[in-house]
């Protein structure tokens, strides 16, 4: 039978038993900026003046029918022409709702979705004016998508993450702009020409082709 010592050790959860290795200056959390109530920057989600549980798990749900500036397209049928378009240019393809959606589809066939969900939630973020909801959003997208200890860690080199750590003492709408802007490029250059070869936007030219209506003789 072990002794209260050894049944100390036991059992410790993640905290203990999984615990990552210590993580460099570039990717420690920052502290809380002076002036500002430390529990609302304290990177623990424990704190009482943090959203609810319930608020926090509404707002990482993937998606984007929550962008105010983005409208979402989970059902809608895009028209011959606009899947077209989507080839000529990066940019139309993300300022479309429905391709955005198809492109996040395919995505998540590469096991990289976290690009475009990162993306989206800095877009929401830029959206927001209230500083309170700003700090909070700020650090839910550091959790989910900056820190190494996130499943969902997208890929930014260190200066970037130098930068985020620096701007995070005082969260604004923009924090993560140059970070998006990395993503969006690599999106850009590495998935964007795959999904254009892909099964996937040939069924969907084909798809939307079938749908137009007959031209008139």
Request: proline share 8%.
């Amino acid at each position: 039978m072990p002794t209260a010592h050894e049944a100390d050790k036991q059992h410790t959860g993640p905290e203990e038993a999984d615990q990552a290795p210590s993580m460099s200056s570039h990717d420690a959390a920052p502290p809380a900026a002076p002036g500002r109530s430390p529990c609302c920057l304290c990177w623990c989600c424990c704190c009482s003046c943090s959203w609810s549980e319930g608020q926090r798990r509404a707002w990482r749900a993937p998606g984007d029918s929550k962008l105010q500036s983005l409208p979402s397209c989970e059902a809608c049928v895009p028209s011959l022409e606009e899947v077209q378009s989507w080839a000529q240019s990066f940019d139309k393809l993300m300022r479309s709702p429905a391709g955005r959606s198809a492109f996040r589809a395919f995505l998540r066939t590469e096991y990289s979705e976290e690009n475009m969900l990162f993306w989206l939630a800095c877009e929401e973020l830029k959206a927001e004016a209230d500083q309170h909801v700003v700090d909070e959003k700020a650090r839910l997208i550091y959790e989910d998508y900056v820190s190494i200890l996130s499943p969902r860690e997208v890929s930014l080199d260190s200066r970037i993450r130098e930068g985020i750590n620096k701007k995070m003492q005082e969260p604004s709408a923009h924090t993560f702009d140059d970070a998006q802007l990395q993503i969006y490029t690599l999106m850009h250059r590495d998935s964007y020409p795959r999904f254009l070869g892909s099964p996937a936007y040939h069924a969907l030219l084909l798809q939307a082709g079938s749908q137009a209506p007959p031209e008139e003789a």
